[in-house]
């Protein structure tokens, strides 16, 4: 089992979980030739994909999904509250599939654990993904953490995990105050302090991976999230590992 990530953040994200033969795409916010283009720094090419696994309906996890799933027949999982939310968007899509945000299924050889979180869109869920032995977690659009979202992702052992912002950047950034109440609100993204708090309140003792994810780009630094997670894990920051906007990061194994 191994997993990459196509970029993350603000302008588009994109993650890819391999089984054997089976590779499932978590959400697909880039454009057609973009996604293409990150794909293959990957070694992959769209026709390789087994589906597409959507967390939300925002634009930056789901804007690419509709025209890159139709261009090459790949098949769209989301929950029934992302499909309503999305109305006609995917009409073109061959194969679309709906899910309860607790209903665990599989595809192929990977087998998903969906779990809501608390983030502000129409049912928004975030996954653990496994192939029955090994189990990564990926959480990267939550306001809050819940006693729920920790015991899913106890046990894994890798994690991908939201650092959205610094408290202290977003406070005293240029972003208008709604947007800053937004960022920083009970649905809205986890800050690096967050992300370690919930570091703290899982059973860690298998993880072999943990990768911050969703950085903003002025509310926040690789550096600072680094930071945070490994004071919470106990461990070299340069352990931890980070999903940029324009890479991503590269293929690790589990």
């Known amino acids: 089992m ?8 603000s302008e588009g994200n994109g993650l890819v979980v391999e089984v054997g033969t089976t590779r499932v795409l978590i959400d697909c916010g880039f454009g057609v030739r973009d996604t293409v283009t990150r794909l293959a720094r990957l070694g992959l090419a769209p026709a390789e ?11 930056d996890h789901m804007g690419g999904v509709a025209a890159f799933a139709g261009r090459y027949d790949i098949p769209v999982w989301l929950t029934f509250g992302t499909m309503d939310a999305v ?16 209903q665990v299924f599989a595809i192929g050889g990977i087998n998903v654990l969906p779990f809501p979180v608390p983030h502000d869109a129409r049912e ?5 993904v496994s192939d029955g032995v090994r189990k990564l977690g990926v959480l990267t659009d939550i306001g809050m953490t819940t006693p729920y979202v920790r015991a899913q992702l106890s046990g894994c052992d890798a994690l991908v ?27 809205g993204h986890l800050c690096n302090d967050a992300a370690a708090d919930l570091l703290r309140g899982i059973d860690a003792t298998r993880l072999k991976h943990v990768v911050a994810a969703h950085l903003s780009q002025q509310n ?21 590992g980070i999903a940029d906007q324009e890479s991503g990061f590269e293929w690790r194994e589990m």
């Open 161 to 187: 995990l939201e650092c959205n912002h610094d408290e202290g950047l977003l406070a005293q950034g240029s972003y208008p105050y709604g947007l800053k109440q937004r960022i920083s609100g009970r649905f």
């Open 87 to 102: 109305g006609d968007f995917l009409m073109d899509v061959p194969r679309v599939y709906g899910f309860d945000s607790d």
């Open 49 to 59: 994909l087994s589906a597409i696994l959507v967390t939300h309906e925002h634009a």
């Open 220 to 240: 926040n630094t690789p550096d600072l999230a680094r930071a945070s997670l490994a004071t919470a894990l106990n461990c070299s920051p340069d352990w931890i």
């Open 2 to 9: 191994r997993f990459a990530s196509l970029g993350s953040g």
């Open 124 to 128: 928004p869920v975030q996954f653990v």
